[in-house]
């Protein structure tokens, strides 16, 4: 625990020197620009939905974090943003996060309060009302982002009928197959979570997410190599860990 906390220390103190400190690349997040300039191409709008959980869950948060990176660059871009909510608390979340982004992209006078709405307060007309609007409007660029159920193959599947670019995040284990069949990219588990340090290149998160890949690898090194020894009859390594 000392160790990996000394790690992250020395992580963060790096990223403030150099922001442009390397991390693994997530291909979804690298296709974000892709399909915000596709949709601005084409005139057409970006939806982005949130998940079924509140304010409460990690990957909700995590989400919001992704929609205020989103909303800069479509702010930029001078492209229609809509954001779906099924909770009124992420609903007003979502307003404030993505008015701050309009603000800071320069174009306050961009932002449409009624382009983050309520959708509806249950599953599956959520889910209706959502389809309707991906079919009705024909967005360019579909983002699912947060913690989603049942309703995670219908809404994808609509998406992908109108032949919008289609990136899903969640860390609903159950739903992963789903997403990833109808979805041109998926963020798998804590890729999500990675996204917001990956996008805002913020020195804290930075470091954060750069020391657990190293202290993994470091795990992962271990876990082989004590393998391999234990493999060839090179037994002291079982001797550090058995109680005396």
Not at 19 to 31: F, Q
Not at 44 to 58: E, Q
Not at 68 to 89: F, H, M, Q, W
């Amino acid at each position: 625990m000392i160790a990996f906390s000394a790690l992250v220390l020395l992580f963060i103190e790096h990223a403030k020197k150099n922001p442009n400190l390397y991390l693994r690349k997530i291909s979804g997040l690298d296709a974000i620009d892709d399909a915000l300039g596709r949709a601005t191409e084409m005139g057409k709008p970006v939806l982005f939905v949130h998940g079924l959980n509140g304010m409460g869950s990690i990957s909700t948060i995590a989400a919001v974090n992704i929609l205020g990176k989103i909303a800069i660059r479509v702010a930029e871009y001078d492209t229609t943003l809509k954001v779906s909510n099924i909770d009124p608390i992420v609903l007003s979340v979502s307003q404030e996060v993505v008015k701050e982004s309009y603000l800071e992209a320069g174009r306050p006078d961009a932002y449409v309060e009624d382009n983050v709405f309520m959708a509806a307060s249950e599953q599956f007309p959520y889910v209706a009302a959502v389809s309707g609007i991906m079919i009705r409007e024909k967005t360019a660029a579909n983002f699912f982002m947060g913690y989603f159920y049942a309703e995670s193959l219908i809404l994808a599947e609509t998406g992908a009928s109108t032949g919008a670019i289609q990136i899903a995040a969640t860390d609903s284990y159950t739903q992963l197959p789903f997403f990833i069949t109808t979805c041109d990219y998926t963020l798998i588990g804590e890729e999500l979570y990675a996204a917001s340090a990956y996008l805002s290149r913020e020195p804290l998160l930075l470091g954060s997410l750069r020391a657990q890949d190293v202290a993994k690898g470091i795990i992962i090194t271990a876990l082989v190599l004590g393998a391999v020894l234990a493999t060839i009859g090179v037994g002291f390594i079982s001797f550090i860990f058995k109680a005396s």
